[in-house]
């Protein structure tokens, strides 16, 4: 447990948050589903579309691109590679694995 390195070491640039804390620094609007979910998340009058391999991994606005990733999901690494981390080698505050993309458009 002690070998374990800090998440947040592998993304300096970006603070990790929750999906629901990630959803409104965009400035997107949604409605609670459960304790951690959302649904009706909604950017530029729309649904923003969701996506991933295993579950909702990634979120982004078709108009003006904002969006978000699940960094414990497949990330793309180019334009036909992905990774992925292995959860159990990080330490990280339960829920807080988001980071915003494109947020400063």
């Known amino acids: 447990m002690g070998n ?3 998440l947040s070491g592998v993304f300096p640039n970006h603070n990790l948050m929750t999906a629901r804390d990630c959803m409104t620094f965009l400035g997107w609007t949604w409605e609670p589903l459960d304790d951690y979910g959302a649904k009706n998340i909604m950017c530029c009058g729309q649904l923003v579309r969701c996506g991933g391999w295993v579950g909702t991994e990634h979120m982004k606005c078709n108009l003006c691109g904002k969006g978000m990733q699940d960094v414990l999901g ?3 690494a180019g334009r036909s590679t992905a990774g992925i981390l292995d959860p159990d080698d990080y330490e990280w505050e339960e829920g ?3 980071i915003p ?3 400063w458009l």
Request: no cysteine; hydrophobic share 35%.
């Open 4 to 6: 374990k390195k800090k």
């Open 74 to 76: 497949v990330l793309p």
């Open 96 to 98: 807080k694995q988001w």
């Open 101 to 103: 993309e494109n947020f």
